[in-house]
């Protein structure tokens, strides 16, 4: 089977064909970094704009790289939420026109469930169960995955993501937008021991994380020292990432152990982090545990994550009807939460 995966969810048009739910034969992202760069975060209405600049050309390359044209699809995958409406408005629609003008079915994904099935798309896929440590720019959530689609929510981030972390502490230290990458390799010229920063372990038995306080505490020190110029800004940058590092690495190999299963998959955009991946997986080894983590193209979003996930879904006969909607926040369960229910619409009286 193959399957077109759509994803526009926040800041990238991403398109990719993935073929029996693993192999990626295309797999294009447009960032529109540049885009929102000069206003130091994305800018949901330039976003949904740009999606519409994108959309096509992207799946046309996406569908060129694959070396398939569109009668050789199976099917169509299309993210539907959690993100930004506007957004996720530009994939849907157009993915709802591409399939029905050539009779494909479609499926609507959960950008989540996207990004953990991104582990699938690597040389080394987890069995079931699994715990899935999923670390992005909007989330910060454990999972306990026992099978393709049976997530169990673990625990979350309850206030900052810790990609929304790295991006605000850039911001602190002046380095732009987006964050994550600036201080990854910033930090590879620090020292990760001479600054220490707060850990929020909150609950020790608990899987619930916070990283607003070591964000703050970033900002205390940055306006506290800044007359100091021997406190280097790589040194800065090394600090918080550890403190952020050492959480999301005892926080997963916890929730491992406490589900005494054997294997720990990192993904999201900070599961390409550098200092994250070679601290998990020397703490894996360590704890006997088995740890699995995609390259970092497939860490950030992309739209294979998204076919990979639509492949199994399609398979099992959970095809979307075209009245299908987005929706910009999940439940725990990973079920939408409705914009608008019909119960909850007030009609007018014509
Ligand atoms: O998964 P993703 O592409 O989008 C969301 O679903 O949010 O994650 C984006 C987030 C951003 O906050 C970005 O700063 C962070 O991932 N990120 C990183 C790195 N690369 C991207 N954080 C730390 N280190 C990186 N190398
Ligand atoms: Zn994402």
């Known amino acids: 089977m193959r399957v ?21 034969l295309s797999n294009v992202v447009w960032s529109q970094v540049a885009t929102h760069h000069p206003y130091g975060g994305v800018v949901p209405e330039l976003a949904s704009r740009k999606h519409i600049e994108k959309i096509v050309p992207v799946v046309e390359k996406a569908l060129a790289d694959s070396g398939e044209d569109s009668n050789s699809l199976d099917g169509v ?18 993915a709802k026109a591409f399939a029905y003008a050539r009779g494909l079915p479609i499926t609507g994904v959960n950008h989540l469930h996207g990004h953990i099935a991104s582990v699938y798309l690597q040389p080394d896929p987890p069995p079931f ?30 206030d900052d993501a ?19 990458m600036v201080i990854d390799q910033l930090a590879q010229q620090g020292d990760p021991e001479r600054i ?23 900002a205390r020190y940055v306006q506290r020292e800044k007359e100091d110029s021997s406190k280097r800004i790589q040194d800065i940058a090394a600090g918080f990432q550890e403190a952020v590092v050492d959480v999301l ?12 299963c054997q294997h720990l998959a990192l993904v999201g955009g900070v599961a390409s982090n550098r200092r994250l991946r070679e601290r998990i997986k020397e703490a894996t080894q360590e704890a006997g545990i088995a740890v699995h983590i995609p390259p970092p193209e497939l860490c950030t979003d992309n739209a294979a994550m998204i076919a990979a996930i639509g492949d199994y879904q399609l398979s099992h006969g959970e ?32």
């Open 129 to 158: 169960p699994f715990v899935a440590l999923l670390a992005s720019g909007g989330h910060t959530n454990l999972y306990y995955v026992a099978g393709p689609m049976d997530f169990e929510h673990m625990g979350q981030t309850r």
């Open 196 to 218: 220490r920063f707060p850990r929020a372990f909150l609950d020790k038995s608990g899987f619930d994380f916070s990283f607003s306080g070591v964000k703050t505490a970033v």
């Open 4 to 24: 077109l995966g759509i994803e526009t969810s926040c800041d990238e048009t991403a398109a990719a064909v993935v073929s029996d739910g693993y192999v990626i």
């Open 162 to 180: 810790a990609g929304e972390a790295f991006d605000k502490v850039a911001k602190i230290l002046g380095l732009g937008y987006p964050g994550g």
């Open 319 to 350: 095809n979307s009807s075209l009245d299908l909607d987005v929706y910009s926040k999940t439940s725990h369960s990973g079920r939408p939460q409705a914009l608008a229910q019909p119960g909850n619409l007030r009609l007018p009286n014509i």
């Open 249 to 260: 690495v005892q926080k997963g190999i916890s929730a491992v152990k406490a589900k005494g």
């Open 77 to 94: 995958a299309v993210t539907c939420g959690p993100g930004l409406v506007g957004a996720l408005l530009v994939g849907l629609s157009f």
